[in-house]
Structures are given as C-alpha cells and as structure tokens.
C-alpha cells in the first residue's frame, strides 16, 4: 500500500493528522479515544500505516517511566512522511509571486526585492478582504492573532498558538523549496504575512524570522514580545 492510497481512507487520514500534530509518541489507546472508536479498530488502522511507511512503532511507555509488565506500544510518524504527505504546500502561490515579479521588475529593483513586493502586495490583499468581510474594528494583539490565526490555518500554516502574544507557523506551505533557496523563499515568505498583517489591520503584531528545525521560518508576535528583526536574513532550518 503506498502512502497516499493510506491516506485515501478518512479514518487513516484523521489518525496520521492527530499523531503528527500531537509531536509525540502517542498509544493505540489514545488514538482510539481521540477519534471515538475502539482501541481494537485503532490498532487496525494504526499498523495499516505502519506497513504504509507513514508510521514507526515502538514499545515503550510514553512518560518514559518504566511499568511492570509489557510496554505499550506507541506510534509516531516518520519524518519523510511529513515531508511529503500531509501538510498543505502553496507551490501555485509562489510560482505566481516569482512570475509577476519578473514581470513588472523595474530597471533598479533585484528580482528579489521584485519577489518581496509582489508578496507584501499579496498579503496586503487578502488581509483587506478579511478585514472587509469581518469588520473587526481596531484590533489589539490578542484579537489580531487569533483571526490570523483562522486564515493561516485555512492556508496550510497549522499556527499554534503558545502564548497570548505569539503564534508559531508548524508548517511551511513552501516546503522544500524554502530548504533549497532559503533567503529567498523565507523573504518571500515572511513579506507576505507581513502584508497579510498590514491589510487586516493588525498593527500591534509583526511578523518575524524565527526558523525551527520542521517548522515555518515565521513567527507572529505581538510588539512587546518582538525580538527577532522584521527584514533579517536568516535561513530556514530544516
């Protein structure tokens, strides 16, 4: 069975999503309970993924304390598997960023900077439409987060919210090619939160360059928890 056919099945699909967004080795029994079916069933659908190379098992006790008797066993999924399964990518999107900027570069403008603006612009717009459609009134940092939140969430972002004033990006739509061109994919990455930010009207919150190992190379502060630098260099780590 290959990896997609795997994940043809919603149940499988469901159970691979809830293992992968736990970040953690998970039992049969929490999978079953998550889900609301048997641990039998879980079991079941748990190996099919396994044999599926989306999974790796193990026994162990999750806690990592040792118990008398035989250990559970607890599944988490291979790190291939993320990369070339479940989270949404947007290569469409940047494909049509790097296009527009090519052309309308102007005679002064690097075909990077031409690649942030068309992205800032991008963001720019589809922050107003929400904003437009929602007419949230002036947002402080919790509120502006939080409806970021349901639009990158809709965009293959998976944000997770960590704290009041911070929401990470588990995932990079622009995966793997931020793996491969590293400055440019993350600045094109980050102009366009930026923008999205800008449209909606979330002036209390940035976006900024903070790459982690697996996850997007940008971070959503509040202003008081900023303490990256909007603009900066950096490469994504993956």
Avoid: W
Avoid at 36 to 48: E, N, Q, T, V
Avoid at 149 to 157: K, M, N, Q
Avoid at 169 to 196: D, M, S
Wanted: glycine content about 8%; overall charge positive; aromatic content about 6%.
């Amino acid at each position: 069975m290959t990896s997609l056919a795997a994940l043809g099945d919603d149940l499988r699909r469901r159970m691979f999503e809830f293992i992968r967004h736990e970040r953690r080795r998970v039992t049969r029994e929490e999978v079953a309970e998550s889900l609301g079916i048997s641990r039998k069933l879980a079991a079941f659908h748990l190996d099919k993924l396994v044999s599926a190379g989306l999974l790796q098992a193990h026994y162990e006790s999750p806690s990592g304390i040792r118990k008398v008797g035989r250990r559970p066993k607890v599944y988490e999924p291979l790190a291939e598997a993320i990369a070339v399964t479940i989270p949404e990518r947007r290569y469409g999107m940047l494909a049509d960023v790097l296009t527009e900027a090519v052309l309308t570069e102007a005679e002064e403008e690097s075909a990077r900077n031409a690649a942030l603006r068309v992205a800032f612009r991008r963001g720019q717009t589809m922050g107003r439409a929400q904003r437009e459609r929602l007419r949230p009134g002036r947002l402080g940092v919790e509120r502006g987060l939080s409806l970021a939140a349901e639009t990158l969430a809709e965009f293959g972002y998976e944000p997770e919210r960590v704290a009041p004033t911070l929401l990470r990006l588990r995932n990079c739509p622009f995966h793997p090619l931020a793996a491969r061109a590293p400055e440019l994919v993350c600045g094109v990455n980050q102009a366009f939160l930026v923008g999205y930010l800008h449209g909606l009207g979330s002036d209390k919150t940035i976006a900024v360059l903070a790459p982690r190992p697996g996850s997007c190379c940008v971070e959503l502060r509040g202003e008081d928890a900023a303490g990256g630098t909007l603009g900066t260099n950096t490469a994504c780590e993956r």
